[in-house]
């Protein structure tokens, strides 16, 4: 089993940046890609970024390319997304997210591959 602790969100205005934490517990995180994911009212939860196990290969959302950064600290079992130069469509409750399976490289990029999930942190971009 692994749970999982995003914070990090809050109210930011547009062009500022935010950093996420996810700490996850159990001693399998090195083994497993790691996912954030958004959603906002009324639409499925989209991906945004992953991070596969051992190269810690990245992949990310177009519409988050060259704005947001996933990075993992296995040590510290955690998994990061900065996130920069924010617009006010970014504007949604951010999910973590961990791959039911071991060893992916790269990543998933779909929700349903994931089996544990956090509880979620609001972020707020104003205009």
């Known amino acids: 089993q692994v749970q999982l602790v995003e914070s990090g969100g809050g109210l930011v205005q547009a062009g500022g940046s935010l950093r996420l934490s996810c700490a996850a517990s159990?001693?399998?995180?090195?083994?497993?890609?790691m996912g954030w994911f958004r959603r906002t009212p009324g639409k499925e939860r989209e991906f945004v970024a992953t991070i596969s196990w051992g190269r810690g290969i990245t992949n990310y959302a177009d519409s988050v390319k060259g704005r947001f950064t996933i990075s993992r600290d296995n040590a510290k079992n955690t998994v990061y997304l900065q996130m920069n130069s924010l617009k006010p469509e970014d504007t949604a409750v951010y999910y973590c997210a961990a791959d039911g399976s071991l060893y992916s490289q790269p990543g998933p990029t779909f929700a349903s591959d994931y089996d544990y999930w956090g509880q979620g942190t609001q972020v707020t971009v104003s205009s």
């Open positions: 159990g001693r399998t995180f090195s083994s497993r890609a």
